[in-house]
């Protein structure tokens, strides 16, 4: 699998960023790309909950939970991705404790390409580049949406 990963530093207490990304069902609330959600499970947010996800380009995906750990993050296993060129794709935000009520934020993307090594290829050059810029958009969004420092850059580990 290709691994990749951005990070920022936000200046918030973990459970301040963690009121914002365990709304699970309302990612559209900060991810710029996200356009809307439909909740495909009910109840409370957790290992299981299922949503769709929307884009600007009008293509979706859907997000399941494989992990969930109030305060510190979730991962998700992507499906119905027919329109991207991955086979399989998992996402994980963790959030770390800083001194000063500041907050360590990594969101990581792992995929397996289509189209053999041709698809390799493409999901280390233009891929990489278009989930990086993503990934750093949802990081950046998700700071100004818990009213931390949204000026700050984040950076590729």
Same mark, same amino acid.
Not at 9 to 20: K, L, S
Not at 86 to 115: C, F, G
Not at 117 to 143: H, I
């Given at each position: 699998?290709?691994?990749?990963?951005?990070?920022?530093?936000?200046?918030?207490?973990?459970?301040?960023?963690?009121?914002?990304?365990?709304? $699970?069902?309302?990612?559209?609330?900060?991810?710029?790309? !996200? /356009? %809307?959600? +439909? #909740?495909?499970?009910?109840?409370?947010d957790?290992?299981?909950?299922?949503?769709?996800?929307? $884009?600007?380009?009008?293509?979706?995906l859907?997000?399941? !939970? /494989? %992990?969930? +750990? #109030?305060?510190?993050g979730?991962?998700?296993?992507?499906?119905?991705?027919?329109?991207?060129?991955?086979?399989?794709?998992?996402?994980?935000?963790?959030?770390?404790?800083?001194? +000063?009520?500041?907050?360590?934020?990594?969101?990581?993307m792992?995929?397996?390409?289509?189209?053999?090594?041709?698809?390799?290829l493409?999901?280390?050059?233009?891929?990489?580049?278009?989930?990086g810029?993503?990934?750093?958009?949802?990081?950046?969004?998700?700071?100004a949406?818990?009213?931390?420092?949204?000026?700050?850059?984040?950076?590729?580990?």
């Amino acid at each position: 699998m290709i691994h990749h990963e951005k990070y920022l530093d936000i200046n918030a207490r973990p459970e301040d960023i963690w009121a914002v990304l365990g709304r $699970f069902m309302h990612i559209d609330e900060f991810a710029p790309q !996200v /356009t %809307s959600v +439909d #909740a495909l499970t009910s109840g409370a947010d957790g290992v299981g909950s299922k949503r769709r996800c929307h $884009f600007e380009n009008r293509t979706s995906l859907v997000e399941e !939970v /494989t %992990s969930w +750990d #109030a305060n510190q993050g979730y991962s998700v296993r992507l499906s119905d991705m027919a329109a991207m060129p991955m086979h399989e794709a998992n996402a994980t935000v963790a959030i770390s404790p800083l001194a +000063d009520n500041r907050s360590h934020v990594t969101w990581s993307m792992d995929y397996r390409m289509k189209y053999g090594p041709f698809g390799w290829l493409m999901g280390q050059t233009l891929l990489k580049m278009m989930m990086g810029r993503v990934l750093a958009e949802n990081l950046s969004a998700l700071a100004a949406k818990v009213q931390s420092n949204p000026d700050a850059q984040p950076r590729t580990a």
